[in-house]
């Protein structure tokens, strides 16, 4: 059997393991509830204002409809929020929970190669979180059309990429610290809070923070709002990011081979 061929023996271990957990299920219905629910609230919150606002008789609000584009954003900006909290519970566990139990020895004694492990792992978790994003991103962007307005199919495929990229990003850092920390409730801390601090960081300093990967999420956030950016504006953050999860996956893939168990 040829080097690529236990490749993706590996990953279709890794999507038959999400399948029995019913994650492959789950995990794109809940991305599609939530961008269902931003144009669907967005639309009926002056309903929901006059029935739960305890209003007096004959009260008239009248709140502005925002443009379809912003809607997006803020749908991506939910996303942000608990699709990726719920995307880095899901793969926590992904490689230390295999390495405390020993699975991953058993795996690796065989002609498997340290990378190929590493990586077909993070195709796995790649393929759950671009597939969920796009499920849920096209229910917000077909309810936002059918509510609210059509916003351009060129905004919704740039923001898509753009934001895809930060969920790869992400991704990237917890399959790195679930192979550093022996704890997948540790990994999962430490990815959120060092994606949460790169974010924080590059809105409170853009200037000085325009090559971090954290603003790649604020980059989507414009481009689904209509906003042009030029290359120039995006292409060094991108870069680095790119860079960071290449040499990310080659060193957890180090780190892995000098232990691959947890005594």
Avoid: C, H
């Amino acid at each position: 059997m040829s080097g690529l061929s236990r490749w993706f023996v590996l990953l279709w271990k890794e999507l038959l393991e999400l399948q029995r957990s019913f994650k492959l299920i789950w995990v794109p219905l809940l991305f599609i509830l939530l961008g269902i629910m931003q144009p669907v609230s967005t639309y009926y919150l002056p309903v929901i204002l006059e029935k739960a606002g305890n209003m007096p008789e004959g009260t008239v609000i009248e709140i502005p409809m925002p443009e379809g584009g912003q809607v997006l954003a803020d749908t991506l900006s939910q996303f942000g929020v608990m699709g990726l909290l719920v995307l880095v519970l899901v793969f926590m566990g992904t490689v230390s929970g295999e390495r405390n139990s020993g699975a991953a020895s058993l795996v690796l004694v065989k002609p498997i190669s340290f990378s190929a492990y590493i990586s077909a792992k993070w195709a796995a978790m790649q393929l759950l979180a671009w597939g969920s994003l796009l499920a849920g991103y096209l229910a917000a962007w077909y309810y936002t059309w059918l509510l609210i307005e059509v916003v351009p199919i060129a905004s919704f495929l740039s923001s898509f990429a753009m934001f895809g990229l930060w969920l790869s990003f992400v991704m990237t850092l917890t399959i790195l610290f679930s192979t550093v920390l022996r704890s997948a409730a540790g990994a999962a801390f430490a990815a959120l809070g060092l994606s949460l601090l790169l974010s924080v960081l590059s809105s409170l300093l853009p200037r000085y923070m325009e090559w971090s990967p954290g603003a790649i999420s604020g980059y989507a956030y414009a481009l689904a709002s209509g906003m042009t950016l030029s290359s120039a504006d995006y292409v060094p953050s991108v870069g680095v990011a790119l860079a960071v999860i290449i040499a990310v996956l080659y060193g957890a893939a180090a780190l892995l081979r000098r232990s691959p168990a947890i005594d």
